[in-house]
């Protein structure tokens, strides 16, 4: 019912930026909260960054003031703009999208995963 396209994935040196984008598509009646997580190597997935459909955001303690996630309604798009990468960023990122699929009914979707690597 909903597909996510993610992109802006790479190889990137330490204290360099990479933007990821995440445009979803589909059958769907509005788009509630987006958000990024991402799973590293023998980790768990966890949150990155999520924003709401009021624009509300949160962001993992680690990532506070040098991720920026925002979203374009109009395009049903999510961005994370990633500054001052580190080497403990390295993971595969993933967009989640809550959308409503039918009256009273929301369900969380994700894409495929792109590879964020920084070297030291």
């Known amino acids: 019912q909903v597909q996510l396209v993610e992109s802006g994935g790479g190889l990137v040196q330490a204290g360099g930026s990479l933007r990821l984008s995440c445009a979803a598509s589909?059958?769907?009646?509005?788009?509630?909260?987006m958000g990024w997580y991402r799973q590293a190597p023998g980790n768990q997935r966890e949150l990155v960054a999520r924003?709401?459909?009021?624009?509300?955001?949160n962001y993992a303690d680690s990532v506070k003031g040098r991720f920026t996630i925002s979203r374009d309604n109009r395009k049903n798009t999510v961005y994370l703009q990633m500054d001052s990468l580190k080497p403990e960023d390295t993971a595969v990122y993933y967009c989640?999208?809550?959308?409503?699929?039918?009256?009273?009914?929301?369900?969380?979707?994700w894409g495929q995963g792109t590879q964020v690597t920084v070297s030291s």
């Open positions: 989640n999208v809550n959308a409503r699929v039918r009256v009273g009914v929301y369900r969380d979707y």
């Open positions: 589909g059958r769907f009646f509005s788009i509630n909260a």
């Open positions: 924003i709401t459909s009021g624009d509300s955001t």
